[in-house]
């Protein structure tokens, strides 16, 4: 089991900055892809971005690209979004997610929708005022 906990987020105008953490506990961080997912109200959840176990290769949808930045620290077992030039259709509760141990070996770009992830937190609420 992974445990994961999201925080950063709040209320910011837009073309304002906010960074997400997420914080993972309960198996070795740097196994695991990491995704970042968002879900507006009245709207499906959304991916965002994933990074893979090293960090060394990132996935984005097009909406955020050169906005977004995905990253991770293995040492302190953490992922974060680093969201810049924030938009008002940015505001959602964002959500990391991890995928099952065994899951974790394919290229980052196959990981862009929900059924590939089984671990998920609680979510963070990200508002931009316009």
């Known amino acids: 089991q992974v445990q994961l906990v999201e925080s950063g987020g709040g209320l910011v105008q837009a073309g304002g900055s906010l960074r997400l953490s997420c914080a993972a506990s309960g198996r070795t961080f740097s196994n695991y892809v990491m995704g970042w997912f968002r879900q507006a109200p009245g709207k499906e959840r959304e991916f965002v971005a994933a990074i893979d176990r090293s960090g060394s290769s990132t996935n984005y949808v097009d909406s955020v690209k050169d906005r977004f930045t995905i990253s991770r620290d293995n040492a302190k077992n953490t992922a974060y979004l680093q969201m810049n030039s924030l938009k008002p259709e940015d505001t959602a509760v964002y959500y990391c997610?991890?995928?099952?141990?065994?899951?974790?070996?394919?290229?980052?770009?196959?990981?862009?929708?929900?059924?590939?992830?089984?671990?998920w937190g609680q979510g963070t609420q990200v508002t931009v005022s316009s």
């Open positions: 997610a991890a995928p099952r141990w065994d899951k974790n070996f394919r290229p980052v770009d196959s990981y862009t929708t929900s059924k590939a992830y089984d671990y």
